[in-house]
């Protein structure tokens, strides 16, 4: 182990890319040369998730002239959470960046968490001062899940993003010894406790492409972020049972006591609502406990989180 880390790289910069094919060769070029102002020991592994362009193919090319660039190429798409694993895998670096292809993530600031971690730093997290870029339903979204799990996971995810560095002590524990399949980057490095910093950036404004996220993918992994972190939803089932066992004394009470006095309960309306509003109850507690139940059938299941077709450069086979 020693040994190879005295031949490792002291930074991998990683980067995921879906159908990039457009801005990938900006995105190696700026990033080498900021990196060239810190250190000449680097990597850059991309880790092209599953594009139907010709990212792949730029990298492969790229790599061609610049041995230190490296890439992996997805049999499909995997989602960007596999792209980030996937990178932390096959990284060497004594230390891994990881940034958006498209930039929005400023390459300027590399050099800031770098010094950090010089300075003893193990998780230098990069924080969006706005999302202006965003709109307001995403923000609004953001906005709610990252409350619930920094309320409920103890941990502060707030307005925080995937661009990070992480010491390869993080990078070892949340690649190989964190066994979960579904996961959630930005609350893990967090989660993992150890020394960490902050650094504020503003969100620049993005190209579209095609894997976009869309609404149904942030919703999917808004419940992803909340079912890994807290099992607080489960509770709430358990205090809506109760909520409604003691609605339904109340009721049952007043009712008996009418119908002691000799009068009929009034109210076919009174039955319908009461039985909607706990047929959806039920409905609702289903969904949840569902959820939780769909999650530990996908861990159970023990899929690879992606599958790699091809890679390029010096990475080993993982
Ligand atoms: N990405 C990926 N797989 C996906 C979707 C996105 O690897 O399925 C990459 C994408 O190429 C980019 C980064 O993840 O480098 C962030 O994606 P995007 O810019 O679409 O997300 P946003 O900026 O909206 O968070
Ligand atoms: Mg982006």
């Known amino acids: 182990m020693k040994n190879q880390l005295s031949t490792s790289p002291e930074i991998t910069v990683l980067i995921p890319a879906c159908n990039e094919g457009e801005v990938i060769e900006r995105a190696l070029e700026t990033v080498t040369r900021i990196l060239e102002t810190v250190t000449s020991e680097w990597e850059i592994i991309v880790i092209d998730d599953g594009s139907r362009d010709d ?3 730029r990298v492969s090319l790229y790599a061609q002239t610049e041995s230190r660039v490296k890439g992996v190429s997805f049999s499909r798409n995997f989602g960007k959470e596999a792209a ?3 990178g932390l895998k096959f990284s060497r670096g004594r230390a891994v960046i990881a940034i958006d292809a498209d930039l929005q993530h400023p390459p300027e600031l590399i050099p800031e968490m770098i010094s950090k971690w010089r ?3 193990k998780v230098v997290h990069a924080v969006k001062r706005n999302r ?4 307001m339903g995403k ?3 953001a906005l709610t899940v990252n409350q619930i799990i920094s309320r409920m996971g103890g941990i502060n995810i707030h ?3 995937d661009f990070k560095l992480l010491d390869r002590q993080i990078v070892d524990i949340l690649a190989f010894q964190l066994p979960e399949r579904e996961r959630f980057f930005r609350g893990l490095s967090s989660w993992i406790g150890f ?3 902050f650094i504020d950036f503003d969100v620049s404004s993005r190209m579209e492409n095609e894997c976009k996220w869309s609404f149904w993918s942030l919703v999917e992994l808004s419940i992803t972020a909340l079912t890994s972190f807290t099992t607080l939803p489960l509770r709430i089932v358990t205090f809506l049972g109760l909520l409604t066992l003691l609605l339904g004394f109340a009721v049952a009470s007043d009712a008996l006591w009418s119908s002691f006095n000799g009068e009929a309960v009034s109210g076919f309306a009174t039955i319908i609502i009461t039985l909607l509003l706990i047929g959806s109850f039920i409905m609702i507690s289903l969904g949840i406990i569902g959820e939780y139940i769909a999650k530990i059938y996908e861990e159970i299941k023990a899929r690879p989180p992606y599958l790699v077709k091809s890679t390029v450069g010096t990475c080993d086979k993982k």
């Open 139 to 141: 923000r609004l979204a």
């Open 132 to 135: 202006k870029t965003d709109s």
């Open 84 to 86: 980030l694993l996937a």
């Open 55 to 57: 990212t792949y193919e």
């Open 159 to 161: 307005n925080s993003s």
């Open 119 to 121: 300075d003893g730093a």
């Open 195 to 197: 020394r960490e910093e």
